[in-house]
């Protein structure tokens, strides 16, 4: 069975700094595009960042390009998110994904975590 666990959530100041995690059982991830995407309250989940398989290629969202860096380390089976300079507006549910390409499609990206919560204070 495939599960992704995602955390390192918490509730913080403007301008503080948080790891997320992703850890995968029931596969490896190393054959796999691996996303992060949030969803604030009443709003649409969104694209956040997606690392291919091996690491080599990235790609953010415009608003987190240089706050938020997406790593993976396919030996523990876990995918990380850290996030930089965080923002009232970064607090979100966050969720890690299993995609089949590297795309900041939601409909691209199947086995979705149940997420871990990010609140940012100002």
């Known amino acids: 069975q495939v599960q992704l666990v995602e955390s390192g959530g918490g509730s913080v100041q403007a301008e503080d700094s948080l790891r997320l995690s992703c850890a995968a059982s029931g596969m490896p991830i190393r054959y796999y595009v691996m996303g992060w995407f949030r969803q604030a309250p009443g709003k649409e989940r969104e694209f956040v960042a997606a690392i291919d398989w091996d690491g080599v290629r990235t790609i953010y969202a415009d608003f987190v390009k240089g706050r938020f860096t997406i790593s993976r380390d396919n030996a523990k089976n876990t995918v990380y998110l850290q996030m930089s300079s965080l923002k009232p507006e970064d607090t979100a549910v966050y969720y890690c994904?299993?995609?089949?390409?590297?795309?900041?499609?939601?409909?691209?990206?199947?086995?979705w975590g149940q997420g871990t919560q990010v609140a940012v204070s100002s």
């Open positions: 994904a299993r995609g089949r390409t590297l795309s900041p499609v939601v409909g691209e990206y199947h086995y």
